[in-house]
């Protein structure tokens, strides 16, 4: 079993930044791929952004450009980095991580955008 700890999340002014991480009970290593995904309040969850094992990055229309997804290896962590932030950006955003046994999300953090 694996468990992800998103954090990181809180309030923002449209415009401003944010970074989150989340933390894993194991290696990246063993992770074929990791990414971001998020849900705004009466809608389905949408993938955000992705990372493959190779280091290779997608992302979303809605945020290429403005959002960043990395690795360390070393504290075992993923992060995003959110930049000029929208208000259509407010949701919660999750983690998940995809390997040879399964996946694995964790429990999610709010990020809301508003003045």
């Known amino acids: 079993q694996v468990q992800l700890v998103e954090s990181g999340g809180g309030l923002v002014q449209p415009g401003g930044s944010l970074r989150l991480s989340c933390a894993a009970s194991r290696s990246i290593f063993s992770f074929n791929v990791m990414g971001w995904y998020r849900q705004a309040p009466g809608k389905e969850r949408e993938w955000v952004a992705s990372?493959?094992?190779?280091?290779?990055?997608n992302y979303a229309d809605s945020v290429k450009g403005r959002f960043t997804i990395s690795t360390d290896n070393a504290k075992r962590t993923l992060y995003l980095q959110m930049n000029s932030l929208k208000p259509e950006d407010t949701a919660v955003y999750y983690c998940?991580?995809?390997?040879?046994?399964?996946?694995?999300w964790g429990q999610g953090t709010q990020v809301t955008v508003s003045s």
């Open positions: 998940k991580a995809v390997g040879s046994y399964g996946g694995s």
């Open positions: 990372i493959m094992s190779g280091g290779s990055t």
